[in-house]
C-alpha cells in the first residue's frame, strides 16, 4: 500500500515523533543532544514554527509542533537530515539514523493540546531516565524544566501552556506541575500515539461504546480528533489538492507563474529568476516562490534548487510574497 501524504496547513498542530533505525540510539551522549537542540532552535526561529513540548530520549523524540511560515514536512526535513549527516561524520558511521519517516499527527487544539504537553513532557520518566517529577523539573532534555522554569529555552513557547492554568506565573506552575503529576500513573498513552478512530476515541472502549451508539465518525490515521475535525481537514486537503490539480490541468508550470509575476510587477520575465538584492527582483522572485509553493504545490527544496538559493531562503521569499499580493490584490489567475 503507498503511504499517504502529510497533511498540513498553517496554524496545524502537530504531534512529531521520530526513532532510530532498528530500534538504535540516535542520541549517545548529552553533546549529541545539545547539537540536536542548537539545529532545533535555529530551524524554529527560521520557519517560524512554535514549539510547546519537546523531550529527547536516547533512540528517539517528541516534539509538539505548530506549523508556521514553512510546511512541517520542510521543517522536519531540515532537522533529520542535517542531524543526520552531524552525526554520521562525528561517529564516522554511514547509511540511515532514523526508521523510515517520521511520524506526524495533525491534531485538534481544543481536545488535545494539554493531554500532549503532559503526555510528551512525561516521557523521560516512563522511559527510566529520571526517577520522578521533581527530577524531571532539572532536566535540560525535557521541556518540562523549561516551563517550570529551571531551564531557559527562549524558542520554547512556554507561556503558551502556562496561560492555560492562571495568569500569575508561580501559581500557574503549580496548577501545571500537579496537571503533569495526574499523568504519570496513565503509562503510554497509545490512544495519542495510535491510529485512526482507535486513537480519537480514546482506545478500543471508546470505539465499542460509539459503536454500541451507532455513532460512526470518519477517521484518519494521520489526525488526532473526533469525526468532525477528520471531515473539516480532510476537505481542507481535498479542497487544495484538487485547486493544484486545477491549475496544472490549465497547463500551470513555474514558468507560466513567471510570467504571471512579469505581468503583475511590469517586470522582464528574465529578471524574475533573476539573481541579487535590488528591490524589483527581490520582490518578483518573493511573488513567484509564494504563487509557486502555496498555490501550485511545488516543493520548496525543488525550489531553492531552481533558484539557486537556500531552502530558509525560499521560506522567507514565501512569506514576503504572500505581503506582496495582498497588499496589491494580485492573483495567480487573473480572475
Same mark, same amino acid.
Given at each position: 500500500?503507498?503511504?499517504?501524504?502529510?497533511?498540513?496547513?498553517?496554524?496545524?498542530?502537530?504531534?512529531?515523533?521520530?526513532?532510530?533505525?532498528?530500534?538504535?540510539?540516535?542520541?549517545?551522549?548529552?553533546?549529541?543532544?545539545?547539537?540536536?537542540?542548537?539545529?532545533?532552535?535555529?530551524?524554529?526561529?527560521?520557519?517560524?514554527?512554535?514549539?510547546?513540548?519537546?523531550?529527547?530520549?536516547?533512540?528517539?523524540?517528541?516534539?509538539?509542533?505548530?506549523?508556521?511560515?514553512?510546511?512541517?514536512?520542510?521543517?522536519?526535513?531540515?532537522?533529520?537530515?542535517?542531524?543526520?549527516?552531524?552525526?554520521?561524520?562525528?561517529?564516522?558511521?554511514?547509511?540511515?539514523?532514523?526508521?523510515?519517516?517520521?511520524?506526524?499527527?495533525?491534531?485538534?487544539?481544543?481536545?488535545?493540546?494539554?493531554?500532549?504537553?503532559?503526555?510528551?513532557?512525561? +516521557?523521560? @520518566?516512563?522511559? #527510566?531516565?529520571?526517577? %520522578? =517529577?521533581?527530577?524531571? !523539573?532539572?532536566? /535540560?532534555?525535557? *521541556?518540562?524544566?523549561?516551563?517550570?522554569?529551571?531551564?531557559?529555552?527562549?524558542?520554547?513557547?512556554?507561556?503558551?501552556?502556562?496561560?492555560?492554568?492562571?495568569?500569575?506565573?508561580?501559581?500557574?506552575?503549580?496548577?501545571?506541575?500537579?496537571?503533569?503529576? +495526574?499523568? @504519570?500513573?496513565? #503509562?503510554?498513552?497509545? %490512544? =495519542?500515539?495510535?491510529? !485512526?478512530?482507535? /486513537?480519537?476515541? *480514546?482506545?478500543?472502549?471508546?470505539?465499542?461504546?460509539?459503536?454500541?451508539?451507532?455513532?460512526?465518525?470518519?477517521?484518519?490515521?494521520?489526525?488526532?480528533?473526533?469525526?468532525?475535525?477528520?471531515?473539516?481537514?480532510?476537505?481542507?486537503?481535498?479542497?487544495?489538492?484538487?485547486?493544484?490539480?486545477?491549475?496544472?490541468?490549465?497547463?500551470?508550470?513555474?514558468?507560466?507563474?513567471?510570467?504571471?509575476?512579469?505581468?503583475?510587477?511590469?517586470?522582464?520575465?528574465?529578471?524574475?529568476?533573476?539573481?541579487?538584492?535590488?528591490?524589483?527582483?527581490?520582490?518578483?522572485?518573493?511573488?513567484?516562490?509564494?504563487?509557486?509553493?502555496?498555490?501550485?504545490?511545488?516543493?520548496?527544496?525543488?525550489?531553492?534548487?531552481?533558484?539557486?538559493?537556500?531552502?530558509?531562503?525560499?521560506?522567507?521569499?514565501?512569506?514576503?510574497?504572500?505581503?506582496?499580493?495582498?497588499?496589491?490584490?494580485?492573483?495567480?489567475?487573473?480572475?
Amino acid at each position: 500500500m503507498p503511504r499517504q501524504s502529510r497533511i498540513d496547513t498553517p496554524g496545524a498542530l502537530h504531534h512529531i515523533m521520530a526513532r532510530g533505525i532498528e530500534g538504535g540510539n540516535i542520541f549517545r551522549n548529552d553533546d549529541d543532544k545539545e547539537h540536536f537542540l542548537e539545529r532545533l532552535e535555529k530551524i524554529l526561529k527560521e520557519t517560524e514554527t512554535s514549539c510547546y513540548a519537546w523531550a529527547l530520549i536516547p533512540n528517539h523524540f517528541h516534539l509538539l509542533l505548530r506549523t508556521g511560515t514553512t510546511p512541517i514536512t520542510t521543517v522536519m526535513r531540515r532537522l533529520l537530515t542535517g542531524y543526520a549527516q552531524w552525526y554520521n561524520r562525528r561517529y564516522r558511521r554511514q547509511g540511515h539514523l532514523f526508521q523510515n519517516r517520521y511520524k506526524s499527527i495533525l491534531c485538534q487544539e481544543d481536545k488535545y493540546f494539554l493531554e500532549l504537553v503532559r503526555y510528551i513532557h512525561l +516521557n523521560p @520518566i516512563r522511559a #527510566g531516565l529520571v526517577k %520522578d =517529577l521533581d527530577i524531571l !523539573g532539572s532536566y /535540560r532534555y525535557c *521541556g518540562h524544566s523549561v516551563v517550570m522554569g529551571k531551564v531557559k529555552h527562549e524558542w520554547q513557547a512556554s507561556n503558551a501552556v502556562l496561560v492555560m492554568f492562571g495568569e500569575k506565573l508561580s501559581s500557574a506552575r503549580r496548577v501545571y506541575k500537579t496537571f503533569v503529576k +495526574n499523568g @504519570i500513573t496513565e #503509562g503510554k498513552r497509545y %490512544d =495519542l500515539t495510535g491510529g !485512526g478512530l482507535l /486513537r480519537s476515541a *480514546g482506545g478500543w472502549e471508546g470505539v465499542k461504546a460509539l459503536r454500541d451508539e451507532k455513532v460512526y465518525q470518519r477517521n484518519d490515521e494521520r489526525i488526532l480528533g473526533d469525526g468532525d475535525f477528520v471531515s473539516r481537514i480532510l476537505s481542507s486537503a481535498e479542497d487544495k489538492m484538487k485547486k493544484e490539480y486545477a491549475l496544472r490541468s490549465l497547463g500551470m508550470d513555474l514558468n507560466s507563474v513567471a510570467a504571471r509575476v512579469s505581468e503583475a510587477l511590469d517586470i522582464k520575465v528574465k529578471d524574475v529568476w533573476g539573481k541579487g538584492k535590488y528591490k524589483r527582483i527581490v520582490e518578483a522572485r518573493s511573488l513567484l516562490c509564494y504563487w509557486a509553493v502555496r498555490e501550485l504545490g511545488v516543493s520548496m527544496s525543488s525550489l531553492a534548487k531552481k533558484l539557486g538559493i537556500s531552502i530558509p531562503s525560499v521560506s522567507n521569499s514565501v512569506t514576503r510574497g504572500k505581503m506582496i499580493a495582498e497588499k496589491n490584490g494580485f492573483n495567480l489567475l487573473k480572475y
